[in-house]
């Protein structure tokens, strides 16, 4: 630890260019998963902030909630699985909304704009299941034509007070809460209770009889696993069960954008991880007479490959320090772009980059390994 | 009274068969606890060599070497380690001062390898320093410092672990006859006043005066011990 700070201080220049180096890549990285997290909770947050731990799609919808109907036999069946708790309907669907009262000036009342509804059971024995869980502000709908909006979305027309009417001319709805992150396809997001979603399903198709579901929300029994849960489920014909997470993870688009984004991650890391492995090598060679002297004098191999990793750790921590400022200083022009920034997402690439920083280092700290202290006796230039 | 160095029978081989050089050859010599020794000899003629053998940077062939009463012929890597940080001081002939950090730093590091810190320590840096007559260069970095002062800082440092045994590899080939003198006569002055023993590997012999003897060394034999006439 000595060695190593008394080098850095000695060596301001060299080491704030390799902290800035760090930092524009943790900066890069963090922006990446803003970007990626951002976009996939603008598509499909509303799946993934919703309180059912098991969704139960109509297998021909293949896995995407907007094509998927589940008819009453479907449902009767589903009701008697194995392991099932409760069970209930989850409704979505877009519809072209207008904002007749509303606290933003810049919304006028005969705009007309698209928003997803989706409809959850908010009494009986399903009551709640489905219903959003990061309630930001205000409450959850307790009767017909309440709802709770997507915050994102509150200057909009769907702050709380706020009143979306479905077009043409049909059911109101006042917002009296919102909640982060449950957009659904990038669209303003209200979560209503079931028959206020049937309602709304009807001003577009008076002729409809019934509404359908577009999945069911399902909840196990205690001592049933959400995994079992959906193995059991699997025996229905016709359906296609799966877990809060796997919904989300399969969601047609979803799946490619996080792959594409992963990607950009991935070189990011590998580049990160030769900038630091190239450049601790750098100091190391550049330093080996140092290092072999210390070695000739009694210090013990594990001491210099210890100081090594703990330069490395400091280098690292403190470029992780410096991305995070940048991604700081510059999130809120990055909002308005769907780019969230949390610190989680900071702490798990803060032990990443440290991971990384410590794996770059391996080469130097295998040369240190290396040095032998008899070279300390052979002229500069002659030492192996 | 324990010698400081004992090697009895020392014997260094590199490579096998007719390749086999063989770097020393019987060398038999021993260092009393308060003695400067002068080994002198032409390039390639197993100073170094011998040097290396009796600090601990390198094991013997064959024979035993015994370090502040220690028999270290068959010591581990990890326990000559051991015996270079705590008996042994060194003043290598090339690189003898990490390059940042300062003189007092240079002087520290010693015992902070050893895991030994504090206000001891720096005053006893301070103290040997000052006695080097460095004690206005002590925040200095090497490269602030004259080859004369490097080589001082450097004498500092073999003595901040106050070792039974200090070897110099030819503490004064890169300075000019003056200060080489003057190094000289430090040396001898610390070692002395220390009642430390000291081998000084030098090819001049206009050096040997200030050591106590001087032993000839010649293709891996030892040759000559010889009294030293002044000094």
Known sequence: ?384 | MTNALELHDITKTYGEGDNMITALASATLAVASDEMIALIGPSGSGKTTLLSIAGGLLSPSSGQVIVGGKDISHASPSELTEVRRSTVGFVFQSVNLVPFLTARENLLLVDELRGSRGKQSRDRADRLLDELGLAKRLNNLPSQLSGGERQRVAIGRALMNEPALVLFDEPTSALDTHLGEQVMELIQSEVKGRGTAAIIITHDRRMTHWCDRTVTILDGHLQTDELATAG
Request: charge should be positive.
């Open chain 1, 1 to 384: 630890m000595f060695l190593a700070i008394r080098e850095i201080k000695r060596a301001k220049v060299r080491f704030t260019l390799l902290v800035l180096a760090i930092g524009l890549l943790v900066f890069l990285v963090l922006f990446q998963i803003g970007l990626r997290d951002g976009l996939i909770g603008q598509f499909i947050g509303a799946l993934r902030h919703q309180s059912a731990p098991v969704l139960v799609f109509d297998a021909q919808a293949r896995k995407n909630i907007e094509g998927s109907r589940i008819s009453p036999d479907a449902q009767a069946a589903l009701a008697q699985v194995d392991g099932v708790g409760r069970i209930g309907p989850l409704g979505e669907s877009t519809f072209t909304v207008s904002n007749p009262v509303s606290r933003a000036k810049s919304v006028e009342k005969d705009r007309l704009i698209d928003a997803v509804l989706f409809g959850y059971e908010i009494t009986g024995p399903a009551a709640g299941l489905g219903a959003p869980t990061t309630l930001t502000k205000g409450r959850l709908p307790t009767g017909p034509n309440e709802g709770v909006a997507s915050d994102r979305n509150r200057s909009e027309g769907f702050d709380i007070g706020d009143v979306v009417r479905i077009e043409p001319g049909g059911v109101e709805i006042t917002v009296v809460g919102l909640a982060r992150d449950i957009n659904y396809s990038v669209s303003p997001t209200v979560f209503v209770s079931w028959d206020t979603f049937q309602a709304a399903r009807k001003v577009r198709n008076p002729d409809a009889t019934v509404v359908f579901p577009s999945v069911m929300v399902v909840e196990p029994v205690a001592g049933v696993s959400d995994a079992r849960l959906v193995t059991n489920l699997s025996t229905v014909s016709g359906v296609v069960p799966l877990t809060r997470a796997d919904a989300v993870a399969q969601s047609p688009g979803v799946a490619s954008v996080s792959q594409s984004l992963n990607t950009v991650i991935g070189l990011l890391v590998i580049t990160a991880l030769m900038v630091i492995g190239l450049f601790i090598l750098i100091l190391t060679v550049q330093k080996s007479s140092s290092l072999t002297l210390m070695r000739a004098i009694g210090a013990h191999r594990r001491t210099l490959a210890l100081s090594l990793l703990a330069q490395a750790s400091m280098v690292v921590f403190a470029g992780v320090i410096a991305g995070a400022i940048m991604m700081a200083l510059i999130s809120p022009a990055l909002n308005t772009l769907g780019v969230s920034f949390s610190f989680s997402q900071l702490g798990v690439v803060g032990v990443g980059a440290m991971i990384v920083g410590w794996i770059g280092s391996l080469a130097a700290v295998l040369r240190v390994l290396r040095i032998e202290p008899i070279n300390a006796t052979l002229p500069p230039g002659m030492q192996r």
